[in-house]
């Protein structure tokens, strides 16, 4: 077949490499004059199956109304009259039950652990081809506790993981030193941690540009700074997709892969997906020589942010601010970033004043992204992937891949197949 592509970003791009290793002729359409240019910029940096725990948990309600008004809250939920967020967050509240919280993380899990799996299989196939370089550390996720009770939750839904096939056991303050040894002048304030051994981390970005090389070589073609306008139908099925200056592009089949922008281009089809955009932040540190810092990838779960070593560099990304489309910085929220960094490192000792980003994260209600056939039976979406876009890109690109050839993905996942 010949398929477009719409977005360039991780999900788009590892879409496209997995769709042409298939045969098919593959174009990808992206708004921006390069791949990786919007979520998959400056994300968190971790292949984090063991950070498989769905927004929408018990605990999350009570937490969010407790959070409201704080500017540097890990959860900040910016009330707007959008009827889009009001039934967003109508399924989210839904999800919350135990019951449906256990469910998503379970499928999560599964797509998570396949996916980390594809990456290692696609790192090995292009080993000849002049592989992939995005600084990649094979040396586990580590989360890190300072308060008490976070610990406690930390390790109640460890062992949940571990029931879903995802190791990530506990381990003593004094292990977690051993572990990372940049994490000792915390002192008796680290009550402990558990670690995900086979998780790892890498600059998402930097894969995305290599792949898409990749991509290009095998004769996948990218069109860039082109915005798609609208989605054209006819007798039932996509005719072709235009964008803002008119240009028409066809195909046999159709991706959506925009992550937070694809449902307002579905709308109009009479196409509901319950996808909204929750930006992140992230602060990244240039290191000096006599910088100690961590190079075990670490989650604080108290305050909800990862740490990243990507070379010289340490990436800081965290905190959830649900404000629609709104790309601003918030000040106080890119400064927590910074100031738990400090608190935590306080001999960072970096070159200079970090880089700050922020990023519109495409989040589904129950965490579990979009895979599948949409109505139209030639439209195909691959999003809503939210805070795990960088985990999943590869299982996700693979089982899409899989689908679209009429073939059965190896995980038990809710795939979408909609007529």
Known sequence: MKIIVLGAGVVGVTSAWYLSQQGHEVIVVERQPEPALETSFANGGQISVSHAEPWANPHAPLKALRWLGKEDAPLLFRLRADPSLLGWTLRFLRECRTARYKRNMRHIVELALYSRSCLKTLGDELADRGGLQYDRLERGILHVYTDKTEYSKGIQAARLLAEFGCERRPVSAAECVKLEPALASLGNRLVGG????????????????????????????????????????????VSGVVASDGQRYTADAYVMALGSYGPALLRPLGLTLPIYPVKGYSATFTLSESSIAPTVSLIDDEYKIVF????????????????????????????????????????????????????????????IPFIGQLRYPNLWVNSGHGTLGWTMACGSASALSLLMDARTPPIDFPFLFER
């Open 194 to 237: 558990d670690f995900a051994v086979d998780d790892e981390s890498g600059d998402a970005r930097q894969f995305t540009l290599q792949l898409a090389q990749h991509c290009s070589r095998a004769g996948v073609q990218f069109i860039f700074n082109q915005s798609i306008d609208r989605i054209e139908t006819q007798q039932g099925e």
């Open 308 to 367: 990243s070593r990507l070379g010289n560099r340490l990436r800081v990304a965290g905190t959830a601010e649900i404000a629609g489309f709104n790309h601003d910085q918030n000040a106080i929220r890119s400064n927590l970033l910074v100031r738990r960094t400090r608190e935590l490192f306080p001999e960072l000792n970096e070159l200079a004043e970090p880089e700050f980003w922020s990023g519109l994260r495409p989040v589904t209600p129950s965490a």
